[in-house]
């Protein structure tokens, strides 16, 4: 992991042992505060702006396996062995649930193994299935809230004191903009949806709606409907670190609504950047190569 | 969405009603000065909108005028605008039907020529027109001839691959490459300022152009992306941005100018409340024979009006329709 290594060591190291903890007594977690044992502030404040309100700028990651699956994965063999050896495999990784499983309607479950047996399969030949199959992360879709938060790519908050406060991921370029103390309701669905913020305290409240139905949560397959609802709590919990937690709602799939949580870190390699990963020329081959003109001329 | 259209529309009349968009090209009338934010940077913040029937490069039938009287720009913004609407029905089956995609879908500020009636975007040469081309080495004509075949076929409604079509049928760029040139929609830029960043927004195709104003070095030669790697600073009251490090593909750059030696460089000035002096002046020795500026304002949107996600590639159909096309047409034996 060359992204780690680049962090300073006794960061990574306070790090995993708060992120060890996490796990095993999430309760604690239910607040800004840090458990006691953890070399963090009981009650850490952030710096702040000229507004006064604390400063999220940055470029921040998760180092969750959560993309694999949000539920507990083992370790296992990637979709083509034959091809990637243990290049393409799957870690293994702890669910970031709280309650560790997704509370799906029993008729919903079905649907989510389907999506994880047809991962890595594409129909675009009829507009109207065009979306069916596949994981849109393989497709190259902007990938929807809460998934970006826990691609294994950075993303930057670019944070100033207007209404307006802009995340922008690495993931094919995606971005979207939370919409400060924003009444009006989201105009129409998109994929990265309609966000609206609010600060509870040191908190940022992002609340998600109009997303598209089409994203996924993970390679697993886990879905959710048109009716999705997100909020997502965004804490600073050091300089280096936030705590990120989402509420996801949706009663077309789930019994309740659950919570996934872990924490971000902030990437601190010396003049570290967003990079481009413009996925787009890497998927095509798999949506349209099947197309092409197939005789020489 | 229309009748917002019409208010800023509206609010553009009365601004230059009442002077208050720079007349000149490229010079901040002195009496404005930008506001600021917290931090001391001028503030570019907003949505702003870069459309305009001003063409590029000065057309022919106005001579050598670099601006025209009240007059004169009356019948020249009513001619262009005559050509670019596509609400008309003359010019035969094709034409009309190209123009289905009509004026409902298009930004009608793209009918308006500048505030400052000039007759290119072009400032420099003072010709208005692009620099002769530099000779193209054998190498990179032999890339030209390729992606021109290519562009071809796909015109001629016979791509044989999805390589045929152009970065942007493809999704992949659009009018988020610099430089920003208006087109017939999205044409809304917005701009976020923080601490030691300003970042813009192109509508289309969502992505975020990052540009640190800190003074940190630019990426490594060795690493090059579709959209260049950009810094920045402050000159006055004026963003400088500096482009270069573009991916070496050819035909995402204007004019598929040569990612190699291709580099930009553009000013964002505030002028008035409601506009930015956007100018950028492009250079690649292998592509024109000098460099060549062109200033393009930026209207600042009726807050009613908020960006909104421009989805691309997700919703791709038409790629495949024109692969589907093509192979039907082949099977029919018309090629």
């Known amino acids: 992991m060359p992204l780690r290594r680049a962090v300073p060591f006794l960061s990574v190291a306070a790090a995993g042992v708060f992120a060890l903890l996490w796990f095993v007594s999430p309760s604690l977690f239910g607040q800004a505060r840090a458990p006691s ?73 079905a649907k989510r193994n389907a999506n994880f047996q047809n991962r890595l399969k594409a129909d675009v030949s009829e507009d109207k299935t065009w979306h069916a199959l596949g994981d849109p992360e393989a497709k190259c879709y902007m990938p929807g809230v809460p998934r970006a938060t826990y691609m294994p790519f950075p993303f930057q908050i670019v944070q100033g004191t207007s209404q307006y406060v802009l995340f ?73 670190h936030m705590l990120y937690e989402a509420t996801i709602e949706d009663p077309k799939v789930f019994t309740r609504p659950w919570k996934i949580r872990f924490p971000l870190y902030r990437r601190m390699e010396t003049n570290v950047q967003l990079l481009e990963f413009k996925c787009v020329p890497f998927t095509e081959e798999l949506l349209f190569g099947k197309f092409r003109k197939q005789a020489a001329r | ?70 007059e004169e720009a009356e019948e020249f913004q009513a001619s262009l605008a005559h050509e670019l609407s596509r609400d008309r029905r003359d010019g035969g089956n094709a034409a009309d039907v190209n123009r289905a995609y009509n004026e409902h879908w298009m930004d009608a500020r793209r009918l308006k020529i500048t505030a400052d009636k000039r007759t290119s975007l072009i400032v420099d040469p003072v010709d208005g027109r692009i620099p002769v081309l530099a000779t193209v080495s054998p190498e990179r004509q032999k890339i030209r001839a390729t992606r021109a075949e290519a562009a071809k076929r796909f015109a001629a409604g016979l791509p044989e691959d999805y390589t045929d079509m152009s970065w942007p049928v493809r999704c992949v760029v659009r009018t988020d490459v610099p430089p920003y040139l208006p087109t017939i929609y999205n044409n809304n830029f917005q701009i976020f300022q923080s601490p030691g960043y300003v970042t813009i927004a192109p509508e289309m195709i969502h992505s975020a152009r990052i540009i640190p104003v800190d003074g940190r ?119």
Request: glycine fraction near 8%; hydrophobic fraction near 35%.
């Open chain 1, 168 to 240: 922008a991921y690495e993931f094919t370029s995606a971005t979207r903009i939370v919409r400060m103390n924003w009444q009006q309701e989201a105009p129409t669905d998109s994929w990265m949806g309609w966000s609206r913020g609010r600060w509870e305290g040191d908190t940022l409240v992002v609340d998600v709606t109009g997303q598209r139905e089409e994203t996924w949560f993970d390679r697993a397959g886990n879905y959710h409907s048109d009716a999705l609802h997100v909020v997502e709590r965004y804490t600073p919990a050091s300089p280096y």
């Open chain 2, 1 to 70: 969405m229309r009748h917002r259209v019409l208010v800023v529309f509206a609010g553009l009349v009365i601004a230059v009603a009442v002077g208050l968009v720079s007349p000149l090209a490229g010079q901040a009338p002195k009496k404005y000065n930008a506001p600021k934010t917290p931090w001391g940077d001028p503030d570019l913040q907003g949505v702003w909108n870069d459309a305009t029937s001003t063409p590029l490069q000065r057309p022919a039938n106005v001579g050598e005028k670099g601006t025209l009287s009240d």
């Open chain 1, 37 to 109: 044992g953890v070399q963090l502030p009981a009650s850490y404040r952030a710096p702040r702006l000229a507004d006064g309100r604390p400063d999220l700028n940055g470029i921040w990651q998760a180092f969750v396996t959560a993309n694999w699956n949000l539920e507990d994965h083992e370790a296992q063999a990637g979709p083509h062995p034959e091809l990637s050896g243990a290049y393409g495999a799957q870690p293994a990784g702890q669910s970031v649930i709280e309650g560790n499983e997704i509370p799906y309607r029993p008729d919903a479950l």
């Open chain 2, 217 to 335: 070095p630019r990426l490594h030669k060795n690493l090059r992306q579709w959209l260049g790697d950009t810094r920045g600073r402050w000159e006055g009251s004026t963003l400088v941005v500096e482009t270069a490090n573009f991916r070496l593909d050819e035909g995402v750059l204007f004019q598929n100018a040569n990612p190699a030696t291709f580099k930009i460089t553009e000013r964002f000035t505030r002028v008035a409340s409601d506009s930015i002096n956007y100018e950028f002046t492009v250079e690649d020795p292998t592509t024109w024979t000098r460099p060549w500026t062109a200033l393009i304002p930026w209207t600042k949107v009726d807050p009613g009006e908020q960006m909104f996600e421009y989805a691309c590639h997700e919703d791709n159909f038409d790629i495949v329709h024109f692969l589907t096309g093509a192979r039907l047409r082949e099977q029919k034996g018309e090629r």
